[in-house]
């Protein structure tokens, strides 16, 4: 789950930073990698808002500046869930929030932020079943890819790196590792892990036997992992 974190008090911000790597600690095995940035403003970050599921927004006692940029971010259709940090004695009026918004007392405590992200991760989760995409954020950006299209995916633990491979020949190398590809595609049962360190999406495969899986563009794979022949 990819996390930013728009606060302009640099002591807070980097007090965010330190729970929120404590939290990837307590939390990736059950939800993912947390992958965090870090704004002083808006001002960069609205240039690269769509790429991220949270957003921790924290203005020193200034919460309407936080729900405004919430709002500059619906309206910009960024994916993402807003989070708006305020002092737990500050009031805060549902009325006036946009529809969807989360609140965080200050100063964080560690329980209500780690229940929140988990919160957020299962939301996150909902919207990807609800539609036929799988979205992969690799080097050259975020992509949104059937999850028809995607052949099979190397998983490289060791160096915490995938490496999707689709029909359309196309390849999208990004950050993660087994979990991750879990979460992804686990819920489709024609994605199956039959070699070490690679999942096959079941429907491309054109034979199979105990020494070998032949793909139906003509890629070959041996037992266990030992080589890959290309067409």
């Keep these: 789950m990819y996390i930013a974190i728009v606060a302009d008090n640099v002591a807070q911000r980097k007090q965010a930073e330190r729970l929120m790597a404590r939290a990837n600690t307590a939390l990736s095995p059950s939800i993912g990698t947390l992958y965090i940035s870090s704004f002083g403003d808006e001002t960069a970050f609205l240039h690269a808002c769509m790429k991220f599921d949270l957003f921790l927004l924290d203005f020193d006692g200034n919460t309407a500046h936080s729900l405004e940029i919430a709002k500059k971010l619906r309206e910009q259709g960024a994916p993402g869930i807003s989070v708006i940090c305020k002092n737990e004695d500050e009031p805060f009026s549902y009325e006036t929030a946009i529809q969807g918004v989360y609140t965080l007392d200050k100063p964080i405590l560690t329980a209500p932020l780690h229940k929140l992200i988990a919160d957020v991760a299962k939301e996150?989760?909902?919207?990807?079943?609800?539609?036929?995409?799988?979205?992969?954020?690799?080097?050259s950006g975020t992509h949104y890819v059937p999850k028809d299209d995607i052949m099979y995916v190397e998983i490289y633990d060791n160096d915490h790196r995938l490496v999707y491979h689709l029909a359309t020949d196309e390849t999208i190398e990004m950050m993660g590792n087994?979990?991750?590809?879990?979460?992804?595609?686990?819920?489709?049962?024609?994605?199956?892990?039959?070699?070490?360190?690679?999942?096959?999406?079941?429907?491309?495969i054109k034979e199979e036997d105990k020494k070998s899986i032949l793909l139906s563009n003509g890629e070959h794979f041996s037992y266990p992992l030992l080589h890959r022949f290309l067409k």
Excluded at 124 to 139: A, N, P, W
Excluded at 189 to 201: R, V
Aim: contains cysteine; proline residues 2%; hydrophobic residues 35%.
């Design 178 to 204: 087994f979990n991750d590809v879990l979460r992804a595609l686990g819920h489709y049962p024609e994605f199956q892990l039959k070699l070490k360190h690679i999942c096959f999406n079941t429907d491309y």
């Design 124 to 139: 996150v989760e909902e919207k990807r079943k609800q539609v036929s995409l799988i979205e992969l954020r690799g080097e």
